[in-house]
C-alpha cells in the first residue's frame, strides 16, 4: 500500500516550482501594474465620492473608503516587497554569473549588497573613478 501512497504525498515535489507565495505575488503583481488597474481604481474613487452626496457624506461613507485603502495598502506592501525582494536576488544571481564569466574575482564586489551605505558608495565611486582612467 506504500508504493500506491507515494504519488499521493502532500511533500513538494523535486521540482524547482516557485512556492504558492511567489506565484501568487508574481500574478498579482503583474495584473496590478496595468494601466487598466489604475482606470479602475480612479473609477471607484469617482463613485465613492459621487455617492457621498445620497449618502449624507456620514461616518459610515467615510469609514468605507478608509477601511478599503488601508486594507489594500497593507497587503501590498508585502506584495511589491516579496516581488522587489526576488527581483533583486534575480539580479545579483545574473551579476554573479557575468562577474565568473569574465572572471571578476573581487569578494567585496561578490558581496557588496551585505555591505553597508557609506561602503557601497565607497565601492562604487572607486569603479568610476578606474573607469574614467580607462577612458
Known amino acids: 500500500m506504500d508504493s500506491a501512497r507515494k504519488g499521493t504525498t502532500m511533500t513538494a ?4 516550482q ?3 507565495f511567489t506565484r501568487f505575488t ?3 503583481a503583474k495584473v496590478l501594474g496595468h494601466a487598466w488597474v489604475f482606470v479602475v481604481a480612479v473609477a471607484v474613487l469617482i463613485i465613492w465620492a459621487l455617492t457621498g452626496p ?3 457624506f456620514s461616518d459610515t461613507w467615510q469609514l468605507v473608503i478608509n477601511t478599503s485603502t488601508t486594507i489594500v495598502t497593507f497587503l501590498m506592501v508585502f506584495i511589491i516587497q516579496n516581488t522587489q525582494n526576488r527581483d533583486t536576488a534575480a539580479l545579483h544571481v545574473k551579476l554573479d554569473a557575468l562577474m565568473l564569466e569574465l572572471k571578476i574575482s ?15 558608495e565607497r565601492q562604487r565611486r572607486r569603479i568610476e573613478d578606474a573607469a574614467e582612467k580607462e577612458e
Open 13 to 16: 515535489p523535486d521540482t524547482d
Open 54 to 56: 445620497l449618502l449624507g
Open 106 to 120: 573581487n569578494a567585496k564586489l561578490h558581496e557588496a549588497e551585505e555591505e553597508g551605505e557609506k561602503e557601497i
Open 26 to 28: 508574481t500574478r498579482t
Open 18 to 20: 516557485p512556492d504558492i
